[in-house]
């Protein structure tokens, strides 16, 4: 029997994808066992999800990881670098938190390969720097399942740089290997201290984003062609791959009730809006947010999906009624302000034109809505992409915006608008754009047509990615790293 790891380390949009990936992993290797390795905090979700999978899905095992990225992202200085929505700011306020959380991720990972014979290593951007160094200590077969494009092409700038176009081919080619050497600046004393453990020499301005380059290695990209016109980007190497979004599917999923009654059929499909994963700087922005879409048209309907903001909190004594008495934690005139706004969204949810919740199955959800307005991470957005919905880009940082941007520029989108400068207004007139306008009608149409052009080219995009991840590992020439000389 053979011993396959599926690493994933971020958020839940990072956790979702690669944890169908090794659902159905599992499900094709059934003389082998596969072990799905997150931080702790999904080792709830990894035992609901099992309960409901066929038997030999169920075959999965999970394997904990210290790191926590809620905590990451709801560090002080995560949450003032989101204020900003600028990369270099983010970067240096993120640096420490994230630093922390690799550190934490590589050490039980360096623990876990002396406890089981791995024949073979598959993970996304996060946890490449740690299987690189494994692969080349132990030998191991490792394999790249991307979720953000960061091959080099002409087509557009490295995604974290610029949502546009820096003016030409050659200045969007050029920022792919700026960004790969201030990625190697950024983590090279804590890596090297890593290799050193593992008795590998230095790396000198070097990190997995130049050497997946240097070295050939096959990618295999989790979103769809589609997103870029339906044609790959200029520049990519033959062995990369676009093999459509990976969505967490389960036999007989429904709906929770509740949610299933407020989207029924016969009723005004109601807006969706979240920022998914991604903490709210200020988290009552979203109620007022929500209060000022309900309070301007008295025919729309929302769904405010809460995420990991600190809204758990609020949407629990909400639901118990307990606001009126858990106001510590605010001055007397946001205490006055905020009670007065759940007072009034209470009512909205008395009149049936609210719902909040915390999480729900997006691929379910979103064809009974009447548009999504959210993060822009790249499994919300082809989710909303396959199910055909108008789009509201609301980015928050890193790759958010170059989705946001995609999706306006193919037509299925209002503008964009960052996080930083969302306002009611903006956002109701996002709302007009792409529901009520003289726009709204080709949107919706090209949203359809987008949709039905997935679902004809990127047919079983699961089992095109267990392919594509086997060939890497298993087949003529599997991707071992070379050891460094």
Not at 90 to 99: E, N, Y
Not at 282 to 301: C, G, I, K, M, W
């Amino acid at each position: 029997m053979r011993n396959f790891g599926v690493l994933t380390i971020g958020t839940r949009g990072d956790f979702q994808p690669m944890f169908a990936f090794a659902l159905e992993l599992q499900q094709q290797l059934v003389d082998d066992q596969v072990y799905l390795i997150a931080s702790e905090i999904y080792r709830n979700n990894y035992e609901s999800i099992l309960q409901q999978s066929n038997k030999l899905a169920a075959r999965l095992q999970f394997r904990g990881l210290s790191g926590n990225p809620k905590e990451t992202m709801q560090d002080p200085r995560t949450q003032q670098a989101l204020k900003t929505g600028d990369y270099a700011t983010l970067m240096a306020l993120t640096a420490r938190p994230g630093q922390i959380l690799m550190e934490k991720s590589t050490n039980d990972m360096f623990e876990l390969v002396k406890e089981i014979k791995f024949d073979g290593l598959i993970t996304c951007s996060m946890g490449m720097p740690i299987i690189w160094m494994l692969s080349e200590k132990y030998e191991i077969p490792i394999a790249y399942l991307g979720l953000v494009p960061e091959a080099p092409t002409s087509d557009f700038p490295f995604c974290v740089i610029s949502p546009v176009s820096l003016g030409s081919p050659e200045k969007n080619l050029a920022s792919y290997d700026s960004v790969y050497k201030g990625s190697a600046a950024r983590s090279e004393e804590m890596i090297n201290n890593q290799r050193m453990s593992l008795g590998l020499e230095k790396l000198k301005g070097k990190d997995w984003l130049s050497l997946k380059e240097d070295h050939d290695m096959p990618i295999c990209y989790a979103f769809s062609k589609m997103a870029f016109g339906g044609k790959t980007p200029n520049g990519y190497r033959d062995n990369i791959n676009l093999i459509g979004y990976l969505e967490l599917k389960l036999e007989n999923e429904k709906l929770e009730s509740e949610i299933e009654e407020f989207v029924k059929d016969g009723k005004e499909k109601p807006i969706f809006l979240s920022f998914g994963s991604m903490p709210a700087p200020d988290p009552f922005q979203l109620f007022e947010l929500t209060h000022h879409v309900l309070s301007v048209n008295a025919n729309r309907r929302v769904i405010l999906s809460c995420g990991w903001t600190e809204m758990d909190q609020v949407l629990k004594d909400l639901n118990e009624r307990k606001f009126e008495h858990n106001q510590d934690k605010f001055s007397n005139e946001e205490s006055g302000k905020y009670t007065n706004l759940i007072q009034q969204l209470k009512q909205f949810m008395q009149e049936d034109r609210l719902l909040i919740i915390k999480e729900a199955p997006y691929y379910l959800l979103f064809p009974k809505c009447s548009c999504i307005a959210h993060h822009c991470g790249a499994g919300t957005t082809g989710t909303a992409l396959i199910a055909g919905i108008p789009q509201i880009p609301l980015p928050v940082f890193m790759d958010q915006p170059f989705w946001a941007q995609r999706m306006h520029d193919l037509g299925v989108a209002s503008p964009p608008i960052p996080f930083k400068d969302i306002t009611n207004e903006k956002i109701n007139s996002s709302i007009e754009f792409v529901l009520e306008s003289d726009e709204s009608q080709r949107i919706k149409e090209r949203a359809s047509e987008i949709k039905n052009q997935i679902a004809k080219e990127d047919v079983n995009p699961l089992s095109r990615s267990v392919d594509c991840i086997l060939d890497s590992l298993l087949g003529d020439k599997p991707f071992i790293v070379p050891k460094l000389l």
